[in-house]
């Protein structure tokens, strides 16, 4: 059997979805191979806010955006409910692809907790202040990095 693709241009994507900078893509169902369509687009150029919440981008998906050069300007990503793994974040704490990132979203993934440990151990997301990788658990880089728990 083989997939159903929803969108066959990157243009079908973003139809709708800019708000100036911001690109708003939760639940559209988008997968790895829809994803590559924007990462070929240079139009992810001027995006700053990419929400991909609820969708099916899986660690495939996440390491096709982890080497998307267009990405450069991402301050904020959510990756929320993606069916992405320790394996998938651990190859975005490596990209060098997203060095403006400040804010990721990683709540209602598979996460153990290597891809978190690489995360506050990454070289190359340099300004990444704050993320998320469960209802209640935030972590924020003040002087070495804290986490709040909430009760």
């Known amino acids: 059997m083989s ?12 139809a709708g979805r800019m708000r100036g900078n911001q690109l708003m893509l939760s639940a559209i169902h988008l997968g790895p191979e829809e994803a590559r369509l924007m990462w070929q687009s240079a139009k992810m150029e001027g995006i700053t806010w990419l929400d991909l ?10 390491k096709d955006l982890a080497e998307c050069g267009y990405l450069k300007n991402v301050q904020y990503l959510n990756l ?18 997203l060095p403006q990132l400040k804010r990721l979203h990683l709540k209602n993934n598979p996460i153990q907790g290597e891809g978190v440990v690489a995360l506050f151990n990454s ?3 340099d300004n990444l202040s704050t993320f998320q990788v469960n209802d209640g658990w935030t972590c924020k880089k003040r002087e070495g990095w804290r986490y709040k728990a909430r009760d």
Do not use: M, P, Y
């Open 123 to 125: 070289q190359s997301l």
């Open 3 to 14: 997939k159903t693709v929803k969108f066959v241009t990157a243009e079908e994507i973003f």
């Open 80 to 97: 929320n409910g993606n069916g992405i793994d320790d394996t998938g974040i651990k190859i975005l704490a490596e990209s060098k692809c």
């Open 53 to 62: 919440d609820d969708n099916r981008l899986g660690n495939e998906g996440v």
